[in-house]
T-cell receptor, first 114, second 113 residues
Framework: DVKVTQSSRYLVKRTGEKVFLECVQD?????MFWYRQDPGLGLRLIYF???????EKGDIPEGYSVSREKKERFSLILESASTNQTSMYLC?????????????FGPGTRLTVL | QKEVEQNSGPLSVPEGAIASLNCTYS??????FFWYRQYSGKSPELIMF????GDKEDGRFTAQLNKASQYVSLLIRDSQPSDSATYLC?????????????FGRGTSLIVHP
């Protein structure tokens, strides 16, 4: 089974702090994604990566950056956390080429910015 | 801007009934279509995917796709209380070498005994 893990289930940070959210997948998937999920707004794509050191902006990249130095690891960075970044953050991965490109999700990190 | 629309619900059905969940999408270039189930406090998990027009059945679940009408649906037969969850429709479009999904906001389903 594909396993996607995220570094924390719950995180509380203060406004202005730099925040790192880590995601690791163990199935050699090329593509990795970061989403945030808010009530009434659904899942929104922040960034995705289709290869090591490659990244593409999603629908809401403002205030975020990402890093992918190894194939299995994709990090989301909040350079200066703000209260409007309080949300559930979900990481996902997919295998590129062939197959149904199913999104495999991690358990999520609920981030609260005070 | 690609859009995927779902009725937010909640859709309430009695145990044993058929639940019908609907989704429309705006991008005619969309190539693959997915239904995910998300229990409260959990992450989404795949129920079904469909590529071609028509019906696809898997156990109690049937996905239906009509590309001309830009419409995809999920039928759940013999609904159980354990089916109570939010159902997310996702539509993939090929961008370069990758498939990028757009998610609907989800429909909340409640199956009452």
């Amino acid at each position: 089974d594909v396993k996607v893990t995220q570094s924390s289930r719950y995180l509380v940070k203060r406004t202005g702090e730099k925040v790192f959210l880590e995601c690791v997948q163990d199935m050699d998937h090329e593509n990795m994604f970061w989403y945030r999920q808010d009530p009434g707004l659904g899942l929104r794509l922040i960034y995705f990566s289709y290869d090591v050191k490659m990244k593409e902006k999603g629908d809401i990249p403002e205030g975020y950056s990402v890093s992918r130095e190894k194939k299995e690891r994709f990090s989301l960075i909040l350079e200066s956390a703000s209260t409007n970044q309080t949300s559930m953050y979900l990481c996902a991965s997919t295998l590129s080429g062939g197959g149904p490109d199913t999104q495999y999700f991690g358990p999520g990190t609920r981030l609260t910015v005070l | 801007q690609k859009e995927v629309e779902q009725n937010s619900g909640p859709l309430s059905v009695p145990e044993g009934a058929i639940a019908s969940l609907n989704c429309t999408y705006s991008d005619r270039g969309s190539q693959s279509f997915f239904w995910y189930r998300q229990y409260s406090g959990k992450s989404p998990e795949l129920i079904m995917f469909i590529y071609s027009n028509g019906d696809k059945e898997d156990g109690r679940f049937t996905a239906q796709l009509n590309k001309a009408s830009q419409y995809v649906s999920l039928l759940i037969r013999d609904s159980q209380p354990s089916d109570s969850a939010t159902y997310l429709c996702a539509v993939n479009e090929r961008t370069g070498g990758s498939y990028i999904p757009t998610f609907g906001r989800g429909t909340s389903l409640i199956v009452h005994p």
